[in-house]
Structure formats: structure tokens, C-alpha cells
């Protein structure tokens, strides 16, 4: 379902596999172009965005491969779950991350969807560069390291 986090609304979808496998460098909140049973379907808080990419079309950045589903009670005016969604962001910023991207290498990796206080559909994308097994590994050692911490510091009081 839609969780409520503090500062950002309803979250509808996040992608936790990205901050394991990707190195987040930067993250820009960017409005999508959406049909109105898509809006409906993200109401349900059915979506799924762990696949999916943010690439270049022209001079325009599209959401690719995200999933939503159909809206059930729409039935011949519903949408196409996996099509390619513009993403809404100024000129300025289009321009810096299609420069980030060609130039030095970096992905834009969607993070999280939801919808803000005014009830519009946002999604958190994060300008990433990919990791390393030996990356990976280190992360997961730091993770684990701060947990024993945690339990230890509990356990002495």
C-alpha cells in the first residue's frame, strides 16, 4: 500500500536495490507526465520501479521501463503498463544530467515515487555510478558492522 513518509507524502514505490548497487552522487525531484488511469492505478500503491531507468530521447529524459499497472475499472481506456514516461524538469536540469551522462559515465536511477503534499505524482531520481563487487561487499561489512554496534551498545545499557 501507500506508506506516508515524513517530508516527501506517499510514497508508492521505492527502489531499495539502487543505493546497493548503485553509488549515489546527486538526486534531482522531477514531476511525470501521467494518464489519468495511471494516476489511479498509483493511488493503489501497486507500482514497481526497481527495473526501471531514466535515458535520454532527444533532448528530453523519459522514465523507461517502469511499471504500473492497469486500473482495473477503466477497461478500454486504460494504459500500457511498461511505456516509456516523460519526465517533467527544467531546461537547466536536463541539461546538466544528459551532460553527466555522456560525458562522465553516470545513470539516472529512479529512487522513489510518490505523491507530494498538492497530490501530484513525483519520482526521486538519483544520478548514480555503478559499483564494484569489492564496493558491494564493503557496504554490506559496514552494514552488518553497524548493527553488531547497535546490538552491543543495547546490550551493555
Do not use: C
Not at 39 to 51: F, Q
Amino acid at each position: 500500500m501507500v506508506k506516508d513518509v515524513k517530508g516527501l507524502g506517499k510514497v508508492v514505490a521505492d527502489n531499495r536495490k539502487a543505493r546497493f548497487n548503485y553509488e549515489i552522487v546527486d538526486t534531482v525531484e522531477a514531476g511525470l507526465v501521467l494518464t489519468g488511469t495511471e494516476v489511479k492505478s498509483l493511488r493503489t500503491g501497486k507500482a514497481t520501479i526497481a527495473e526501471s531507468y531514466a535515458g535520454a530521447e532527444g533532448d528530453e529524459l523519459m522514465l523507461i521501463n517502469a511499471n504500473i499497472p492497469e486500473y482495473l475499472e477503466a477497461n478500454r481506456f486504460n494504459h500500457l503498463p511498461r511505456r516509456p514516461r516523460k519526465l517533467l524538469l527544467h531546461r537547466r536540469q536536463i541539461n546538466k544530467l544528459l551532460g553527466a551522462i555522456q560525458r562522465e559515465g553516470f545513470t539516472l536511477v529512479p529512487l522513489r515515487l510518490y505523491f507530494n503534499e498538492k497530490g501530484r505524482a513525483k519520482i526521486e531520481i538519483g544520478l548514480a555510478r555503478g559499483k564494484k563487487l569489492h564496493d558491494k561487499r564493503e557496504t554490506e561489512k559496514a552494514r552488518d558492522w553497524q548493527r553488531d554496534k547497535a546490538r552491543l551498545m543495547r546490550q551493555k545499557g
